[in-house]
């Protein structure tokens, strides 16, 4: 079954100036459990998809489900708040330590108790922050923070996972890691990720379709399938299969680009 | 591609779509103004009406308020122009050594803290009636403001300012004027806002308690004789003065800090 | 190298000291040198004794100060949060408001006590009100630039959740405005205090201000000064408490 599924969906924003067709007729299947990328140029409206599916805002035309559930104007709290939002910024709170801050959510949807304690010391331990919990954001480092951020947006267990960029700004060594340890938490709770990217390898790496979208106004230009067994690890990048779907995708990219420069 | 015209009209619309809800709300108090003292009757030397608050004070404008108003703005304007300059250069040389900032710094802190009206009464009995010694309370008060807050701008510029500085060999000189300083023109700002409410503040109250002249005076003394309107007229007028000098330090803050918002 | 960082904290925290005991001295030095009258000016040294010496006629009309000066601030600041958070509520409202704001910041409110002594008289209410109205408007200010810095992805956070309009304004709208509210409250006990003497000087006959106006009338200047350095300490302590609340209220930030 398809987890979540956007039809034909349409973003235009107007203000008084000028109309911007943010996006146009975009449509995405996203498997159960599985891990979709969406990759392209900056500006072409990835962000927004995922901010569509959130409801953070709604879209201009077009049907969205999750769960085949449609989305209308009232989007239920139930079907929202099986998901998790993961930013491109870390966007912690500075007045609560890491802790606090990873349980933020679970503050707000209303889980209490000793479990939902204990998984937050789960995160932790995963996330290899245990030490620095009860510390607050202005004294760690920015790799640390943006993996508290990805840690808060699974606080609640969520079934959907919508990562935005979440490790855009760490250095390449890093960001791999961080890239197999999501494949591992993947592998233990099963959830249906979507993550946003514009590192064609890391799409890659990390799932089984990518769509490759394209700018002004933003669409979908092709629909990838990557066609390698999971689990993965880096023996991967080697594999001609899978340079064979990087420089494909680049390309797909790279011609659109230059045509876009004035 | 934008012509410059078509900047320049996007400004003007977006000035003036900002501008009616305060336009509307003022025309909203004055009806209701109107309103509530016409139906409650209410007495004019409670609350004058506003349409008799504009007659009246017209009516005495160039006969007894211009001259006050004239000496009120003489002072402020002597206070603050000689206590802003003053104020930065403080501040500049204050900053050069991180002993004389942490020597200086609690000296300042009183002297911005000292509640100015304190010490008025005493000051009046040395230097008498002359008009124009009541600007030097008002240039220190302005003076130990702008010098905290731009002390505070010199103080906080970040490592990565000072890195680069480094990075690209600067002079001490340069150092400050190319680097430091900019940096905390938001901040010296802040101090120029600030140094304008206190000096209406210092002024204004001078003039309650001592000498014959300056819009103080004037709201004292048409209290006095029971016309309100024109005392509603006074303050209103020192407002729009106060009023006028905060847009003129945006508007330079506007030119010269051109990076925030 | 251990023993340079002693010697060098302990200068900083000499230095300040110093510098003050630096300027009293030469304002003593000053007036004796200069041989200066005695019903002119107090030198420290006399203004500590007289100050001693009649502790117990100062202490009670500083009170009535403070009183004023805290009960008013008090009504001020809240005041100004509270109409803050409700102008800041509706986009509306916001923009309708915000410049009378500045027009009631930068108009001093002391300006207001002779209309106050009309409707009120010349009790401690006028003195109040003035320091009420005083403090407010910074704070208002400062309160409305806290909140409308709140950044778009803690919204988007609040969003994300599904959080209710309760939860964002509690759990991430105050706390992200309270470094600005705090701003403001800093900046307000300097207007309440010198609102307060100011308001009492024009109506008074009660507090500080019409005391020290009575000595200085009748040559007791050191007395007089005596109430200059007691408010002075006042209104600094006032600014540390503030000061010091705010530290232990935005810890770790």
Redesign the interface.
Known sequence: MDKIVLKDVNMIFKTKRQTIHALKDISINVPEKSIVSIVGPSGCGKSTIIRLICNIIEPTSGDIYVDEYRYEKEVSKSTIRKMGFIFQRPNLLPWLTLRENIEFPQKIVGHKGKEWKEYVDELLEIGRLTKCADLRPSALSGGMLQRAGVLRGMANKPEILLMDEPFGALDDLLREQLDLETLDIWRKLNQTIIFITHNVREAVLMSSKVYVMTTAPGRILEEVDIDLPYPRDLTILTDPKFIGYDQRITSLIGELDLTKIK | MKTKSMLHA?KISKFL??SW??L??LVLIIALWEGIVYFFNVPY??IPAPHLIVAETTKYFKSELLQHWLATVKIIAIGYLSGVPFGILLASLISQSK?AI??????I??L???????????Y???VGFDINYRAIPVFMNVASIVTLNTLSGFINVEQRLLDLAEGYGASRFQRFFKYIFPNALPEIFMGLR?G??FS???V??IE??TGKIG??FA??YF?GLLK?PI??G??LI??IT??C??LIVQLLEKKFVTWTR | MAEKNVTRRALGIMAPILVFVLVLGLFEFLVVTLEMPTWLISKPSDTFKTLVANFSDIWPNTLITIEEILIGYVIGVTTGIVLALIFTSNRFLDKAISPYVIFLIVTPQIIMVPLLMLWMGFGIKVKILAVALSSFPINMMSTMTGVRSVSADRYELMKSLRATKLQTFFKVLIPSALPNVFTGMRLATIFATTSAVGAELISGNIGVGPQIAYHTEFMMVDISFAYVYVMLFISVMFYMLINGIESLVLRGR
């Open positions: 996007n779509r900002n809800p305060p509307l709300m030397v409670v002993l942490r020597a200086f710094s609690p000296l802190t009183v911005v803290t000292l509640p100015t009206m304190v010490v008025i009464p005493i009046m009995v040395w600030l304008c409410t209406i503040l210092n204004i109250g309650f308690i819009m103080g709201v004292q209290s309100m005392v509603w006074c303050i020192v407002g106060g009023r000098m905060f």
